[in-house]
């Protein structure tokens, strides 16, 4: 199998939230959200999602256009539709759009679905679309825009409307079950255009066009991608106002970390950040996680005069809390807490 990256392009700013706002709806809003790992951009597609192995992938064409009329989406599907026809096999194919016209869809209350939910008329302009630009394509064979494979293509496009959700939205989802710890929307805001950022700036890191891959998985060799942690991350960092994995000692750590022998407070402090990191990126735990984290926010806000200590045993007696985060132990809870109680009070 070879694969030859073409048709590559530069974000501009309506596609940018645009893309941002696919990537959040692969990470939090499908059934098999849990399953993607990587986000690839600009690379097969707008959007790639993949595995932790980079052996399954999930194809995104997004753009921030409202109201497109069927031909108009037509026109957009052609790069899944080069994707359909490759040797590569994808889960799903995803065309993410701002708006679309009334003529689309037979219940126009759905904002996902299949062709199934397309209307006839409709389907036959998406056809007329996505053969004339296919056409014009110099990436897409001619001999390949036949009936069949375009009827077959159909059957497997996933249509998903965002039908102007605020980028805040998105962001919310990713802890979407902890309403306490869910910041104000300006903070919210901050976190997408954060992602929104990072995700455009892949796009400088050099260019793809014309690149032979063999395997799926070389394609990560070109750092074009984020990942569910690094996302993760910026969210709670946001949150708590401080990277929670950076260096140096938590001040309200101080104390505890003064009690121990100097030759061992390194390898201590070490084994400490290794286990909230663990304990973040933790897929099979993460609500456990974010539960932990949501207590912990709220007793330092409820008791900000608390010493490290008695938020410990305050958190000890909350049931279930701990034991969902199996990545703590004591020390390393404890050291959690000061990161937190720190972040929050500053």
Request: charge should be negative; glycine fraction near 4%; include cysteine.
């Amino acid at each position: 199998m070879s694969y030859t990256v073409k048709s590559s392009e530069r974000l501009r700013k309506s596609g940018s939230e645009a893309e941002t706002k696919a990537l959040l709806y692969l990470m939090n809003f499908r059934p098999d959200s849990d399953d993607i790992y990587y986000f690839v951009v600009d690379f097969f597609n707008d959007l790639t999602g993949m595995d932790n192995m980079a052996s399954r992938l999930w194809d995104v064409q997004s753009k921030g256009a409202h109201h497109v009329s069927p031909k108009a989406i037509g026109k957009e599907l052609v790069t899944l539709f080069k994707n359909y026809m490759s040797p590569l096999t994808f889960e799903a194919y995803i065309l993410f759009i701002g708006s679309v016209t009334g003529s689309l869809r037979k219940d126009s209350s759905l904002t996902t679905f299949g062709i199934e939910n397309v209307k006839d008329a409709a389907i036959e302009q998406i056809k007329l679309g996505l053969h004339e630009e296919g056409s014009a394509k110099e990436y897409i064979d001619s001999t390949d825009l036949t009936d069949e494979n375009i009827n077959g293509f159909l059957r497997k496009v996933f249509f998903v409307i965002d039908d102007g959700k605020k980028p805040s939205e998105y962001v919310k989802a990713i802890i979407r079950q902890h309403p306490n710890i869910i910041p104000e929307e300006k903070i919210l805001n901050a976190i997408f255009n954060e992602i929104r950022d990072k995700q455009a700036s892949k796009k400088n890191i050099s260019s793809v066009e014309g690149i032979v891959i063999e395997t799926t998985d070389e394609a990560l060799n070109y750092c074009r991608h984020l990942t569910n942690n690094e996302i993760r991350l910026m969210t709670l960092q946001r949150i708590i106002n401080r990277d929670p994995l950076g260096q140096g000692i938590p001040p309200s750590f101080v104390s505890i970390y003064n009690t121990w022998p100097p030759e061992r407070q390194r390898e201590m402090l070490e084994d400490c950040q290794g286990a909230l990191c663990r304990a973040l990126f933790n897929k099979n735990a993460a609500d456990g996680f974010w539960y932990l984290f949501e207590n912990t926010y709220q007793l330092i806000v409820e008791h900000p005069d608390d010493s490290v200590q008695s938020l410990f045993t305050k958190i000890q007696a909350i049931p279930n809390c701990i034991v969902r985060c199996p990545d703590f132990d004591a020390l390393s809870l404890k050291y959690f807490i000061s990161v937190v109680k720190d972040g929050v009070q500053q």
